[in-house]
């Protein structure tokens, strides 16, 4: 089944089809293996379409005056303003040594100072480093030790959490805020050094090149500590870029309500860069005023968690509701009925299958009717689902997504300092994404679950073992396990099931007031629930599906509801 033109281009004119599109809608049909790879063109492109450094400098010779974004505030940034700030954050940066492929990490929120230190570090060559804001404690320590970063940037009101954890190789934090003050052991500079950097940028040693490392991204640990995911320029241009989503173009604005110290905030600004398009920058999304949103800022394009969309779709409907610039919508996972989503608010609705480590190799096609389908496998890539040994699962069983691209460094090149998880992840020349799912006979994938123990809330990632690590640091836990349970919205939500250690056991909520000053909040367990013994295999590992399927019990304390 082929994808229909009107289809991909939307709200666009039928008649203006570009050869991208027409290429895209002709991808859908199933091929085999060989067939896709024979048409798939893995040559590596020019670096002045790849890399940032050289990319801006294209976007200011060939339309300095053209707006790349737009911010809540009223405020833009021309292509010319974007180089300005980039350049006066990257001489900030080498006034404090930083060099080509330096690691410098980031631990701000979402917003425009993560931008410009971002840009600034890429624009120098060196490698972004971006940390949660919500991280503290262990999760902070491990984050910073593992990066051989030697400068952070820090917002002032996330100092104190510096404070209180071991700081490794750290020896410069630059400090942005209001009148906040470090007095810790690295030596200290005011953000201003980023805005008003001088002197001549020195030559670099050497050409930036698009398999170079862009950045590390931090993705929560399942069997261990969280893992950081090397990314380069080309890992980047190839998840969001042309060739994944050429329904999106120069015209396009995208809005950005993703934060750019996860992958996907920061990918789809670059790739908005890549495309000569714009981007509208919020830094904190509103289901309430989403649609008043885009209107106010020009948005055509949005990527939302299905959680968002949940809250988005639970709005009372208004007349004007598709009266918007809106033109595409990206929603992961799917909701139940994609196609009343794009009705209702006017425009053409996908879903994919991704994650930071790959480069959505399955996308589905405009307005998917199948139910629950995430896509097909799009030209470049090659994707099976395969069963503990790899060896390929009957169509319709359920095995576990592995995936490999045409063209060299189109995804994640490792775990940096993680051999053994690398080769774990690798093995076989595939990469094993430890997520479950099926296929149907017409090439649609289905996301089952996951295989790895994580749960999924909000759109973040939740290591159970290192959660679990903090909830028996409690000296009244003898045992403790985290399990998903679903979630009225979407996703799912936490539940701690604990064993206490007789009398010293403490009560839910004070378990609640334990872990809030160690863990990030979006960590934090909804519910809580205390027995006697876990569950247990022979082997001594708890068998969490038995705590799954016994979910929410007449025993369970919910947060939510006690406050």
Same mark, same amino acid.
């Given at each position: 089944?082929?994808?229909?033109?009107?289809?991909?281009?939307?709200?666009?004119?039928?008649?203006?089809?570009?050869?991208?599109?027409?290429?895209?809608?002709?991808?859908?049909?199933?091929?085999?293996?060989?067939?896709?790879?024979?048409?798939?063109?893995?040559?590596?492109?020019?670096?002045?379409?790849?890399?940032?450094?050289?990319?801006?400098?294209?976007?200011?010779?060939?339309?300095?005056?053209?707006?790349?974004?737009?911010?809540?505030?009223?405020?833009?940034?021309?292509?010319?303003?974007?180089?300005?700030?980039?350049?006066?954050?990257?001489?900030?940066?080498?006034?404090?040594?930083?060099?080509?492929?330096?690691?410098?990490?980031?631990?701000?929120?979402?917003?425009?100072?993560?931008?410009?230190?971002?840009?600034?570090?890429?624009?120098?060559?060196?490698?972004?480093?971006?940390?949660?804001?919500?991280? *503290? &404690?262990?999760?902070? /320590?491990?984050?910073?030790?593992? %990066?051989?970063?030697?400068? @952070?940037?820090?917002?002032? +009101?996330?100092?104190?959490?510096?404070?209180?954890?071991?700081?490794?190789?750290?020896?410069?934090?630059?400090?942005?805020?209001?009148?906040?003050?470090?007095?810790?052991?690295?030596?200290?500079?005011?953000?201003?050094?980023?805005?008003?950097?001088?002197?001549?940028?020195?030559?670099?040693?050497?050409?930036?090149?698009?398999?170079?490392?862009?950045?590390?991204?931090?993705?929560?640990?399942?069997?261990?500590?969280?893992?950081?995911?090397?990314?380069?320029?080309?890992?980047?241009?190839?998840?969001?870029?042309?060739?994944?989503?050429?329904?999106?173009?120069?015209?396009?604005?995208?809005?950005?309500?993703?934060?750019?110290?996860?992958?996907?905030?920061?990918?789809?600004?670059?790739?908005?860069?890549? *495309? &000569?398009?714009?981007? /509208?920058?919020?830094?904190?999304? %509103?289901?309430?005023?989403? @649609?008043?949103?885009?209107? +106010?800022?020009?948005?055509?394009?949005?990527?939302?968690?299905?959680?968002?969309?949940?809250?988005?779709?639970?709005?009372?409907?208004?007349?004007?509701?598709?009266?918007?610039?809106?033109?595409?919508?990206?929603?992961?996972?799917?909701?139940?009925?994609?196609?009343?989503?794009?009705?209702?608010?006017?425009?053409?609705?996908?879903?994919?299958?991704?994650?930071?480590?790959?480069?959505?190799?399955?996308?589905?096609?405009?307005?998917?009717?199948?139910?629950?389908?995430?896509?097909?496998?799009?030209?470049?890539?090659?994707?099976?689902?395969?069963?503990?040994?790899?060896?390929?699962?009957?169509?319709?069983?359920?095995?576990?997504?592995?995936?490999?691209?045409?063209?060299?460094?189109?995804?994640?090149?490792?775990?940096?300092?993680?051999?053994?998880?690398?080769?774990?992840?690798?093995?076989?020349?595939?990469?094993?994404?430890?997520?479950?799912?099926?296929?149907?006979?017409?090439?649609?994938?289905?996301?089952?679950?996951?295989?790895?123990?994580?749960?999924?809330?909000?759109?973040?990632?939740?290591?159970?073992?290192?959660?679990?690590?903090?909830?028996?640091?409690?000296?009244?836990?003898?045992?403790?396990?985290?399990?998903?349970?679903?979630?009225?919205?979407?996703?799912?939500?936490?539940?701690?099931?604990?064993?206490?250690?007789?009398?010293?056991?403490?009560?839910?909520?004070?378990?609640?007031?334990?872990?809030?000053?160690?863990?990030?909040?979006?960590?934090?367990?909804?519910?809580?629930?205390?027995?006697?013994?876990?569950?247990?295999?022979?082997?001594?590992?708890?068998?969490?599906?038995?705590?799954?399927?016994?979910?929410?019990?007449?025993?369970?304390?919910?947060?939510?509801?006690?406050?």
């Amino acid at each position: 089944m082929s994808l229909g033109i009107d289809a991909v281009v939307g709200k666009r004119d039928a008649g203006a089809h570009d050869e991208q599109a027409v290429r895209f809608a002709s991808d859908f049909p199933v091929t085999s293996m060989s067939e896709r790879r024979s048409t798939s063109d893995h040559r590596i492109p020019d670096r002045e379409d790849v890399v940032f450094r050289y990319l801006i400098e294209r976007r200011v010779r060939d339309a300095p005056d053209q707006v790349f974004a737009v911010f809540e505030d009223g405020s833009s940034w021309t292509h010319q303003e974007l180089l300005d700030a980039t350049l006066a954050a990257a001489r900030g940066f080498q006034q404090l040594g930083v060099r080509q492929g330096d690691h410098v990490a980031s631990f701000l929120p979402h917003g425009t100072d993560a931008l410009r230190v971002w840009f600034g570090l890429n624009y120098l060559g060196a490698v972004y480093v971006p940390i949660n804001p919500s991280y *503290r &404690g262990n999760l902070l /320590a491990h984050v910073i030790a593992n %990066s051989d970063a030697s400068v @952070i940037v820090a917002s002032d +009101e996330l100092l104190d959490r510096l404070k209180e954890v071991d700081l490794a190789d750290l020896r410069d934090v630059v400090t942005l805020g209001q009148g906040s003050t470090w007095d810790g052991s690295l030596v200290s500079h005011p953000g201003s050094i980023l805005e008003q950097g001088t002197g001549d940028l020195q030559a670099l040693d050497r050409a930036i090149e698009p398999w170079d490392t862009q950045a590390i991204w931090y993705t929560s640990g399942t069997t261990g500590p969280s893992k950081g995911v090397l990314s380069s320029y080309l890992h980047a241009y190839s998840m969001f870029g042309r060739e994944a989503m050429p329904f999106i173009d120069e015209t396009d604005r995208y809005m950005i309500n993703m934060p750019v110290f996860h992958m996907g905030g920061a990918g789809l600004t670059y790739s908005m860069l890549v *495309r &000569g398009g714009s981007v /509208a920058f919020l830094e904190r999304f %509103s289901a309430t005023g989403f @649609i008043d949103q885009t209107r +106010e800022m020009g948005a055509t394009v949005v990527f939302l968690l299905g959680v968002m969309a949940s809250f988005v779709e639970s709005q009372p409907p208004r007349p004007d509701d598709s009266d918007n610039p809106l033109r595409t919508v990206f929603i992961i996972p799917v909701l139940d009925d994609m196609e009343r989503f794009g009705k209702r608010f006017g425009c053409d609705v996908y879903s994919i299958f991704n994650m930071t480590e790959i480069a959505t190799p399955i996308v589905t096609e405009a307005n998917p009717r199948v139910p629950g389908t995430c896509g097909r496998v799009r030209d470049g890539f090659d994707v099976r689902l395969v069963d503990e040994n790899d060896c390929e699962v009957p169509l319709g069983e359920v095995g576990e997504f592995v995936v490999r691209a045409d063209r060299p460094f189109a995804m994640n090149h490792g775990y940096y300092k993680m051999p053994e998880a690398t080769a774990r992840a690798w093995r076989n020349g595939w990469f094993h994404t430890g997520d479950a799912g099926r296929r149907d006979a017409d090439g649609n994938f289905f996301f089952v679950d996951r295989i790895k123990d994580v749960v999924r809330r909000r759109g973040e990632n939740i290591s159970s073992l290192e959660l679990e690590i903090e909830l028996t640091a409690h000296a009244g836990i003898a045992a403790a396990a985290i399990v998903g349970v679903p979630s009225q919205y979407a996703e799912e939500e936490v539940l701690a099931v604990c064993v206490g250690a007789g009398t010293a056991a403490p009560s839910a909520p004070e378990l609640i007031d334990f872990l809030a000053a160690r863990v990030a909040d979006f960590m934090i367990p909804r519910y809580v629930r205390f027995v006697d013994e876990l569950p247990m295999t022979p082997t001594e590992k708890v068998r969490k599906v038995i705590l799954r399927d016994e979910g929410i019990t007449v025993d369970t304390w919910d947060r939510e509801a006690a406050t």
